[in-house]
């Protein structure tokens, strides 16, 4: 039943939102009337109480009538007395087990040392989470400790040019950066903030979340005014995560506050996953605002790039496990065999120096494989190909996949074609417009329409849920 409740908030709430609020939400009992469920941050929590509370509640009733009542609790691996840093950084595709991957190896280990001198202690108050100086910066993520090489020379350059310049006005404005996960975004963002801090200027850092938190705080306690007006005495604005950016009024102050820094030639710096011409659910306007400065990928890290990122970890962690060796050749295997992103790269290491202080022994190629084995396969998930969803959906339809290619506009038809619309766009990681191509040459407009109009159908018929469902495992299998 909690599958079917979390498929129904994914429907009705859409799916921009349910990934930003509701993925990592978890139902740890149904008690007495009473749902017990966790998400892994406070941040998580008083933003779902304060917004979902109800919305969870109906959806919950619809599927178990016998819920009267919600309770949103904080998990972790020591929940209460966990460093807060996470609640500094509430970024929803950086959670506490990426940012904080101390939490997650054993015990003894968290000594002082580089893993856990990434935790910035900030305490807070849940109100005070909402600090209209932004989020704090991790010591950390710097220039210096950020390699460069061919995938991301041309983001890092401009990233670096933007924190360095000293007051001559804005240089390419915005500067948008955008990447898959764990490329380095975040990284390069806080390190340009540090940079321009150190030469004095006015900085403020700003998650798309903390973003959207601050201002409907502000708008709350009256203080919509002075959120603006801080964001806007500032030289440079850093926003992680854009994507995350929704609500019409968030939207529309977003807007206010872009135009407003950049037509005072005061920079802007934002990062996403995906280009501006894919920001689905930001307007129009804002999204070719945000396109009109520098626009920058940061491509996946060739192996070279990865075996320095590694060796710079390693020697980091070093400094306070001067025990720890990983010879060249484990590095070279780990640096062959994590493909995905810094992030698994990262975790990697910390593996390793988890194995090599409980057993004490050296680590070898042979235990580096077993103690990566789950980075190495569950961070690759299986590419589904756009066509083999087609001629899937085709043949479970009783169609066939030129049908599905054609003009034609009969129901027979069009169900199956919106639903392998549908299952393209959330299994692989084409985009709208590239997905309308394979679809005969339609508009990106028709695909968007196709993927509302299914996610819709599956929250309202539990039956073609399950239909969709099915046909997702058997491609993913
Ligand atoms: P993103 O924000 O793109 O998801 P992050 O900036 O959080 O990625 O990077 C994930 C991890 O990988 C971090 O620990 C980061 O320091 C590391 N990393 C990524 N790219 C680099 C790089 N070029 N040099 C050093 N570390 C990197
Ligand atoms: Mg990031």
């Known amino acids: ?279 689905e659910t930001l307007d129009e306007r804002v999204r070719s605002r945000l396109a009109g400065g520098l626009v920058v990928e940061i491509g996946t890290l060739d192996e070279g790039l990865r075996t320095s990122i590694l060796s710079a970890r390693l020697a980091a962690v070093r400094q306070s496990h001067p025990n720890f060796e990983v010879s060249p050749a484990v590095s070279a295997y780990v640096a062959r065999a994590i493909t995905a992103n810094g992030r698994d790269l990262e975790g990697a290491v910390n593996r390793l120096l988890a194995h090599a202080t409980l057993t004490g022994a050296p680590v070898t190629v042979e235990t580096a494989e077993s103690a990566i084995r789950d980075l190495v396969k569950n961070r690759e998930p299986k590419r589904v190909k756009i066509e083999d969803i087609q001629k899937l959906v085709a043949s479970r339809y009783n169609v066939s996949r030129s049908d599905i290619l054609s003009e034609r506009r009969t129901a027979a038809v069009v169900k199956p074609r919106q639903i392998a619309m549908y299952l393209s766009k959330v299994l692989t990681l084409r985009s709208l417009p590239e997905i309308g191509r394979r679809f005969g040459g339609r508009d990106h407009t028709t695909v968007l329409h196709a993927v509302r109009k299914i996610e819709k159908q599956i929250g309202e018929d539990a039956v073609l849920g399950d239909e969709v469902e099915l046909l997702k495992r058997m491609l993913q299998d």
Request: glycine letters at 8%; zero cysteines.
């Open 1 to 279: 039943a909690w599958g079917r409740v979390k498929r129904r908030l994914r429907a009705e709430l859409g799916e921009d939102v349910f990934a930003s609020w509701f993925a990592r939400l978890e139902l740890e009992e149904v008690s007495g009337g009473v749902a017990r469920l966790t998400v892994p941050t406070r941040f998580l929590k008083s933003w779902i109480e304060s917004h979902y509370l109800d919305r969870v509640l109906t959806t919950f009733r619809a599927e178990a009538e016998s819920v009267g009542r919600i309770e949103v609790g904080v998990r972790g691996p020591s929940a209460p007395s966990r460093p807060v840093a996470n609640a500094g950084k509430p970024s929803p595709t950086s959670g506490p087990l990426t940012r904080l991957h101390a939490t997650a190896t054993p015990a003894a280990l968290q000594g002082p040392g580089p893993m856990v001198e990434t935790e910035i202690a900030v305490p807070r108050g849940e109100s005070a989470a909402v600090d209209l100086n932004g989020a704090p910066l991790d010591a950390r993520l710097t220039f210096a400790s950020f390699v460069v090489g061919r995938s991301n020379a041309l983001a890092h350059a401009a990233a670096e040019r933007i924190a360095r310049n000293d007051g001559e006005g804005a240089l390419y404005n915005p500067l948008y950066v955008h990447a898959g996960v764990g490329l380095g975004k975040t990284h390069l963002l806080h390190a340009a903030g540090h940079a321009a801090r150190e030469s004095g200027r006015r900085v403020i850092y700003l998650t798309a979340d903390r973003f959207m938190y601050g201002f409907v705080n502000a708008l709350k306690t009256q203080s919509a005014l002075a959120f603006k007006e801080k964001l806007r005495a500032i030289d440079l604005l850093i926003l992680d995560d854009v994507q995350f950016i929704q609500g019409k009024s968030i939207q529309t102050e977003f807007g206010h506050t872009l135009n407003a820094l950049i037509d005072s030639g005061r920079q802007v710096v934002v990062a996403s996953d995906r280009p501006p011409t894919e920001l």
